[in-house]
């Protein structure tokens, strides 16, 4: 392979985990909950919630009886909580389903993407967590990835 075969398999590999990674999940106030695969699996208690940056404290607010419920965002915190501004930082949290998500401004950035996604790797503790698992998806979409990339040069 020359320089520019792997410069263009990088680039792809890029393009197709970028989308893999961060299916927009768009949420009030300009947040998103965001489908980070190195969460996968991994768990929280259905209370936990970190800041990332001090200046994000107290966002995360009981959700009044007036507030439109947000499906999208409900996903990623405990029942019955809301977010009340653009968060400048990441915010990990766990749901009501028991696994840690992220959830920060909105974008389709994948370097501030996979940062978030990062971030709670690191709070929720996944890495020592991790099993079997927790990360089996990982290879399992390279492998498609490259499928693809084969299919596609032939
Ligand atoms: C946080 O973000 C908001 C909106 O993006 C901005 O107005 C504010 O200045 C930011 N605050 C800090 C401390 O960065
Ligand atoms: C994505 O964000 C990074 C870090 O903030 C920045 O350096 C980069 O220029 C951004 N890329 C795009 C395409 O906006």
Known sequence: MGV????????FIYLCCAFLYSVPNVCGHNNM???????????????FLKYMSAVDRDKVVLRLPTDKPDPMMDRCLNTGYTIKATLNGT?????????????GEATTNFTITYSHCGDCYIA???????NGNARKEGPIILTMCLAAF???IQ
């Open 150 to 152: 084969y299919t596609l």
């Open 124 to 130: 929720c503790d996944c890495y020592s967590q991790e």
């Open 91 to 103: 915010v990990c949290s766990g749901s009501s389903d028991g696994l840690c998500h992220a959830i």
């Open 4 to 11: 520019f075969r792997i410069g263009f398999f990088n680039i």
């Open 33 to 47: 909950c965001f489908d980070c695969i190195d969460l996968e699996g991994c768990k929280a208690p259905k209370h």
